[in-house]
């Protein structure tokens, strides 16, 4: 395990704060940008600045990761080369709803892109093993609850590609004609499927009050979001209702990232389970 460096918080200021924890920038350094997870998390941090590393220096266009640090009250996280004058493509679309489209087709672009990447599964996570991992770690599921998305995740075709796992718009930023991938703690290969389930929770699942928190728009634009995301990402010569029924499942089955995140279960999100547990 990195042994991670003790920093001085008093050399940082505030910027953000995400689902998992904080940003800060450098006061005297605007190179450099802190993600300081919230009090208790020790794991996710490394496992996100190793993961972040391994993409950057596969050419996946993620800001550089630096190094593991603590701080005296003993917060994990991470230091990365700041993109100054970064915006995310959900604070984008909340800005400026009436861009929805072109938002949506360029977020498309990126992830078209970051699947087209083949990765060696010797020096990657498998998708399909973090999500057995997390199954049977959460509570909130019954054992033939349990057996059915095993069954359902196993029956999924096996591919290599890259996949970003946690692939949302706020998990994309862009400045001028530069865009990059961040948050990238449960990157990974697999079938691009898996990814393609958390842009169309986030687009049709989630509740008003957390769309407007965290996505600065509501349910209506990121659902317009999802509309013009899905013929630019699988082709405009289908179908949505094909591509929705295919890949609401996946959806569903980020319920089980969601709830280790929130250690809380989500019925929200158990909707587009039924396919499955029925």
């Known amino acids: 395990m990195n042994d991670p460096v003790l920093i ?17 920038n450098h006061r005297s350094n605007p190179s450099v940008m802190l993600k300081l997870y919230f009090p208790g998390k020790v794991t996710q941090p490394l496992q996100e600045m190793q993961m972040a590393r ?13 190094d593991y640090v603590v701080t005296p009250d003993g917060r994990y996280g991470i230091r990365f080369r700041r993109i100054e004058g970064k915006v995310s493509y959900a604070r984008a679309v909340g800005d400026d709803p009436s861009q929805v489209v072109r938002y949506a087709e360029e977020f ?3 992830c078209r892109s970051l699947h087209s990447v083949i990765l060696d599964r010797s020096q990657f996570n498998d998708v399909k093993e973090n999500y057995f991992r997390l199954l049977e770690e959460n509570p909130f599921f019954t054992s033939p609850e349990k057996e059915r998305l095993e ?16 692939l949302q718009f706020g998990n ?12 990238l703690g449960d990157f990974c290969c697999g079938n691009p499927l898996f990814d393609l389930g958390m842009v169309y929770l986030t687009g049709n699942l989630n509740l008003e ?26 082709g405009s010569d289908r179908p949505l209702s094909s591509i929705e029924e295919e890949v609401r499942p996946f959806a569903g089955l980020k319920t089980i990232i969601i709830e280790r995140d929130t250690r809380r279960p989500m019925p929200e999100f158990r909707a587009a389970l039924e396919s499955i547990l029925r």
Not at 209 to 234: I, L
């Open 54 to 66: 391994k993409a950057y220096e596969i050419g996946i266009p993620t800001p550089e990761p630096g």
């Open 209 to 234: 009050s957390f769309t407007r928190e965290a996505f600065h728009m509501d349910n209506a634009t990121a659902r317009r979001f999802w509309e013009a995301f899905a013929p630019a990402y699988f």
């Open 108 to 110: 498309a672009e990126m």
């Open 172 to 183: 994309a930023i862009f400045v001028g004609d530069k865009r990059y991938f961040i948050d």
């Open 151 to 166: 069954r359902f995740i196993s029956d999924v075709p096996d591919t290599d590609n890259a996949l970003h796992g946690d």
């Open 8 to 24: 001085d918080m008093n050399d940082y200021v505030a910027a953000g704060e995400g689902a998992n924890g904080e940003s800060y």
